[in-house]
Structure formats: structure tokens, C-alpha cells
């Protein structure tokens, strides 16, 4: 017995006061506290295993889409049939709406070519959007855009993406300006700050080794 319970933890006491057990007068029923105690501890763990196990599932299935499209790039016979499998091929493969490619620069570029899906952005963009991540999500009500350099005869431009978006940066190697590639889900709940990063970067390192390798032939 210990009369300090009453005053030190009433919610325990009441607990145990109205236990289901009948065991007499003034017998508190420890033993149903304890077993109630540890079903809804196994019931959190159980919760907490399938939500991990949800993950890896995820993360398994982002990862081979993204091998997918790797084995898919690999048939490109040039540089252009590089850019043209990845802009056109790779939406399919990864459930995306757009593939676009962002180079830093000053150059022409034109909105109406939009379906190329590579395009000048201004200079300072690639950081503004990616900071010093290599991979970024941005889930509903995502509020990006990218902004284009000016093309002659027009000024600068934004492109506006709604849904959900992944961003990538691609390393084109020392000197080179810097690039992203910028995966644009109509589904808002297809990429999300939770999304697996580490299939995306693997995927953004390989991609940048496969343009670098092109460009040097």
C-alpha cells in the first residue's frame, strides 16, 4: 500500500480503481493495468513497423522507376537522343507531366518551344530553388517557378508549376554553368518533402555523368 498515490498520481489511481477485475474492497487490479499498458504499447509499435514498412515500400518502388529510366537513357545513340529519351520517354517511366532541363545562362529561349523542355534560366536560379541541396521535393500548393533569361525583343520570364515537383541538381562538371532537372507531377501528392531522397540523387549523379561523357565525344 502506498497512501502517497492518491495525492502523487491520481490518474493512476483511478486507473486501477476501476479496474473490470472484482477482487474486493480497497484490491486494486494492477495486473489489468499492466496488460492494458502494454496493448497499446504493442499497438503503437505495430503502427510505428507498418508505417516503416510503407516507406521501404515506397522507397523500393521510386528506386526502380528510377532504374527504369536509367537502362532507358542508356539507349540514347548521341546527345540530342540523350535529351529527347529524357524530356519525352522519361515522364512516362517516372508518372510525371514534364521533364524540364534548367541551364544557367544568358541565351534565346522561347516559351513556345516549351514541349523541348530545356531551357536558359537566369543566372542565380539553380540556387534560389535548390539552395545547397542536391534534391528537393515540394509537395501541394508547391508556389515555384522558374524564372527564364530574356531572349531578344522580350524580357524576362517565369514558368509557374503547380502539382508537386522534384528538383534535382545535375553536375555538368567544373566550369560548366550550373543545371537542374525539374520532375513536375500533376499529382500534388506525388512527391512530398517525406519522398525517398536517396534514389534521386543516385539517379541525378548518374545523369550528370552521362551528359558530361556525351558532351566530351
Known amino acids: 500500500a502506498n497512501p502517497a498515490l492518491r495525492r502523487d498520481d491520481p490518474v493512476l489511481l483511478s486507473e486501477l480503481l476501476s479496474s473490470p477485475r472484482d477482487q474486493g474492497p480497497d484490491v486494486v487490479d494492477l495486473q489489468s493495468y499492466v496488460m492494458r499498458t502494454l496493448r497499446a504499447e504493442l499497438a503503437d509499435m505495430k503502427e510505428e513497423v507498418e508505417h516503416q514498412e510503407a516507406a521501404i515500400t515506397a522507397e523500393r518502388a521510386e528506386a526502380l522507376k528510377l532504374q527504369d529510366a536509367l537502362l532507358t537513357l542508356l539507349d540514347a545513340r548521341d546527345f540530342e537522343d540523350l535529351l529527347s529519351i529524357l524530356c519525352n520517354r522519361l ?33 542565380g536560379e539553380v540556387g534560389r530553388l535548390l539552395d545547397t541541396d542536391d534534391v528537393r521535393f515540394v509537395g501541394r500548393d508547391i508556389g515555384v ?46 512527391f512530398s518533402p517525406d519522398s525517398p531522397r536517396e534514389p534521386y540523387a543516385f539517379f541525378a549523379a548518374c545523369l550528370g555523368q552521362m551528359i558530361r561523357q556525351w558532351l566530351a565525344v
Do not use: Y
Open 91 to 123: 515522364p512516362v517511366i517516372l508518372k510525371v507531366r514534364s521533364i524540364i532541363i534548367g541551364l544557367e545562362g544568358q541565351g534565346p529561349t522561347d516559351l513556345a518551344d516549351f514541349q523541348v523542355n530545356v531551357q536558359i534560366v537566369e543566372p
Open 145 to 190: 517557378s522558374l524564372g527564364f533569361a530574356p531572349r531578344a525583343g522580350h524580357r524576362a520570364s517565369k514558368l509557374a508549376l503547380n502539382g508537386s515537383l522534384a528538383l534535382l541538381r545535375i553536375d555538368l562538371g567544373d566550369g560548366a554553368p550550373a543545371c537542374l532537372v525539374a520532375l513536375n507531377a500533376k499529382d500534388p501528392d506525388r
